[in-house]
């Protein structure tokens, strides 16, 4: 199998096709720390593209509440116990410094997703199997798919002879009863596990965008994509008896709808414009020959990512290289948190609750415009406050507020939004005072 560089686990790993990279690739950040689940990005989503016949338990937009919840039921940890079994006790990082800013993470020696496939031994005769025999996956069965939203809102607890942070309640910075809200979209991945599998090479990756699209002439619904996507984000019809999958609202990227782009600007997919609690954010990155992010820190995905490194992908541990990426929650237990995202879940987390003034600016801007934000720059303000923030491990830090101004630019480099960090305050006159 020949090798590609993956630079989220710091080094090559095993992938079934040759290295080739889009020129620019659809990039994203959930803030998961503001989400309140209403659940308005799952029915746009769903309202847009999966309302019709075959399609009832589609939802290519979900979010779920972690620990317990998922979509299909227990989709992570089942793929976790596969990797552990194929790799016991070898699912780790090398945290070692390195100089490496191709290495922000530190180094993943496990195995991913494509290299622990030959190691699975399927011991227990389970669901779990191979994947054309390169992708470590299993199908979920048919109930598994159903109700996408259980265990909604139910917290773990703490338990005092298995759960080392012990006691009751809540104890500021991390909760000791705790859940979180994760969205979930595909993840148009650098190695999609989906691609990887497909038998008919059905399955392709945009080279203007890096976004992944399935062929619904040459598919032929052998579903090895829905076993291979660790995510679980490729889905069986079966009205068309094809699988399908999230399409990145590709003609709102190519900016071709008439009514809200009048322009031919790119705009966000219909789950990110949609997002009442204002967590999501999207751009395109762009990608050089070798597949790394060209440097470009005033992109506001490119600098939240390698810059600031305050957003993190999930399960980079599965080799796909998502393109997805969470500010994590500050209020849970750091240990489940570096499992689901990586060894930089303490900077990411100090990043975010202690911000700098340039994150600060930029955190406005999240969810202020339609239209995709290709650059952003900061005008300095006064400075309006000053307080003492708590890390976890209880460090002390201060955080400095200052008045700045962040602005957002269109694909064609014209200004599309300007946001302070204080809220402007408005008075209304006495003629026009509240008459209810
Ligand atoms: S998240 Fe799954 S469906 Fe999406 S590109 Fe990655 S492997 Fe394919
Ligand atoms: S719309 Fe935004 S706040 Fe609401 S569930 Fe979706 S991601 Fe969370």
Redesign the pocket.
Known sequence: MPKVYNWQLGRDMLYPYEESHPQRQFAFV?NIN?????????MACKSTWTFSRGQEYMWWNN?ETKPYGGYPHFWDAKLLAMLERANPGGQAWNLAPREDAQVPYGVFEGKTIFEAISEEQNPEGETFRETSGRVLGYLPADEEWTAPNIYEDTARRPDRSRWPWGGEGVSLPQHKTWFF?L?RICNHCTYPGCLAACPRQAIYKRPEDGVVLIDQERCRGYRKCVEACPYKKSMYRGTTRTSEKCIACYPRLEGKDPFLTPDGVPIETR?MT????K??MQSLVKIGKDGSWEHDPDNPIYYMVKEEKVALPLYPQFGTEPNAYYIPPRWVPTDYLVQMFGPGVPHAIEAYVCPSRRLLALLQLFRATQKIIFRFSVVEGRKVGESEVTLPGGRKKTLEIFNDTAIGYDANNREIVRLTVEEPIFERSKQYSNSI
């Not at 949609?274 to 609690?277: F, P």
């Open positions: 959930f503001r989400c309140i689940a209403c659940q308005t990005c799952t979010v809200y969205q789950c949609a997002c009442v609690g967590i999501r």
